[in-house]
T-cell receptor, first 114, second 112 residues
């Protein structure tokens, strides 16, 4: 059983389109995250939810909108896709937010905007 | 603000060589420190962690010691294998904060 699963794994789309990435965790964790990894492997936090409440909202364009229908799911919707949005997006979860908590990552969603 | 600095890669070693990847940090409190590993085409996974000064984290032959006096958490392994080829990330979570800060990652290539 995959602990943190995200779909789709690969996504190729045209500029201007809207797309969503879905994420689910079956670890019973309270906290979920979206990270963006660029081509140089630099990892940047985008959002974090704790028990469906937004606790981290980094400086990302408001074309990116997270939604957490329950604490096991955190989806990411992206409007009006741009070339610079091409990256790997990782969903992740942890038992709780912050100090000492291990983060469990999904396998990533590889987004290519053409 | 909090930050993590790790040595630039790539690091290329022959099998059975000794590995050190340096990591230093800046934090306002007493952070917990982590090493994560990312194998090709996969997500990151925890390699080891330490939550207080002088703690040593260890796993799969890798180890790192939390050094408060030098604000460091260097990763070491005595004898690397080809299967250790991956990108290694040092990270911290500060006390009282929600955010885990990751270093830029160090790519390791191990040749047979």
């Amino acid at each position: 059983d995959t602990a943190v699963s995200q779909t789709p794994k690969y996504l190729v789309t045209q500029m201007g389109n809207d797309k969503s990435i879905k994420c689910e965790q079956n670890l019973g964790h309270d906290t979920m995250y979206w990270y963006k990894q660029d081509s140089k492997k630099f990892l940047k936090i985008m959002f974090s939810y704790n028990n469906k409440e937004l606790i981290i909202n980094e400086t990302v364009p408001n074309r990116f909108s997270p939604k957490s229908p329950d604490k096991a799911h955190l989806n990411l919707h992206i409007n009006s896709l741009e070339l610079g949005d091409s990256a790997v997006y990782f969903c992740a979860s942890s038992q709780a937010a912050g100090y000492g908590n291990t983060i469990y990552f999904g396998e990533g969603s590889w987004l290519t905007v053409v | 603000g909090n930050s993590v600095t790790q040595m630039e890669g790539p690091v290329t070693l022959s099998e059975e060589a000794f590995l050190t990847i340096n990591c230093t940090y800046t934090a306002t409190g007493y952070p917990s420190l982590f090493w994560y590993v990312q194998y090709p085409g996969e997500g990151l996974q925890l390699l080891l962690k330490a939550t207080k000064a002088d703690d040593k984290g260890s796993n799969k032959g890798f180890e790192a010691t939390y050094r408060k006096e030098t604000t460091s958490f260097h990763l070491e392994k005595g004898s690397v294998q080809v299967s250790d080829s991956a990108v290694y990330f040092c990270a911290l979570t500060d006390t009282g904060g929600f955010k885990t800060i990751f270093g830029a990652g160090t790519r390791l290539f191990v040749k047979a």
